[in-house]
């Protein structure tokens, strides 16, 4: 299977200008306050409307995925939104189909599953790492297009992020993690491998770009040396993908409680284990 008659879409590239300086917590925490309100009227018309999609995320080790994936979900339903971060392949998954164990976790009507790293980890760190051979990536190159046109006409809305960040940020979120016991888990012998192996990575992303930005698929590049920015530009640009109404809510009327039957709940608490009261 191949792509041949596909036209690819050039990747644009907004051109370097000087870094804005961070934003500032009193512009950030009420713009993001409204993206999590637009993200619920989302939600609500996913549910009505039947919506199917998948959100990709792919980017450089500590570039920011896991914050904005973690403001997207933090005020919604995950059984809307599904946060979908799949572990090492298992030896049986190993031979199956590359892309098998993603498939089960597509969505179905009124589900939007963001992918946190996905079928992509082929033609990154599988890549670079060595975990396949050149073949493997070329055939992963040469299919995913079709992979991708597949999943769009079968109905599914599919966006794509690539989360970039500078060699000089990603060593300095390396050193925070380093130093803070709250931020040990997120590191990894291959997240660090990331910095001595920083062009290899560069040329497999150039390729991957080369071959699987698509008109269909098209990739979307999330600059986030300045995470608030990151995360509040992805999120608004998420939202300006889906042409979605205000389901207007329907107040309810919280009902009297029944006096029928009413005795002294709380006495019935007495003599059982209560969490010790230290704040």
């Excluded at 619920?40 to 959100?55: H, P």
């Excluded at 989360?163 to 888990?185: A, G, L, N, Y």
Aim: charged fraction near 35%.
């Amino acid at each position: 299977m191949g792509s041949k008659g596909k036209k690819k879409r050039k990747v644009e590239r907004p051109a370097k200008a000087d870094r804005p300086e961070k934003l500032k917590n009193k512009v950030y925490e009420p713009e993001l306050r409204r993206l999590q309100v637009e993200l619920c009227k989302l939600q609500a018309w996913a549910k009505a409307s039947g919506l199917r999609a998948i959100v990709v995320f792919e980017g450089r080790d500590a570039a920011g995925k896991g914050g904005v994936l973690k403001r997207i979900t933090e005020r919604v339903s995950p059984r809307v939104f599904r946060w979908t971060a799949l572990p090492a392949p298992s030896d049986r998954q190993k031979t199956q189909f590359h892309g098998q164990r993603y498939i089960a976790h597509f969505p179905a009507a009124g589900e939007i599953v963001l992918f946190d790293r996905s079928w992509y980890n082929r033609a990154g760190i599988e890549r670079v790492l060595g975990f396949c051979t050149e073949d493997d990536v070329e055939r992963f190159h040469r299919n995913v297009p079709l992979f991708e046109d597949m999943i769009v006409e079968s109905g599914i809305r599919l966006i794509k992020y690539w989360f970039e960040v500078s060699f000089e940020e990603q060593q300095r979120r390396f050193r925070s993690r380093i130093e803070d016991p709250t931020k040990h888990w997120k590191l990894s012998p291959t997240d660090l491998e990331s910095q001595r192996l920083w062009y290899d990575y560069s040329r497999a992303r150039d390729e991957m770009f080369a071959r699987t930005h698509t008109p269909h698929a098209p990739w979307h590049i999330v600059p986030s040396d300045d995470k608030k920015r990151a995360r509040l530009n992805c999120i608004s640009h998420l939202l300006s993908q889906f042409p979605y109404e205000e389901i207007p809510f329907e107040v309810p009327k919280i009902p009297k409680r029944k006096t029928k039957g009413a005795y002294d709940d709380d006495a019935t608490l007495e003599g059982l284990n209560f969490v010790p009261e230290r704040f």
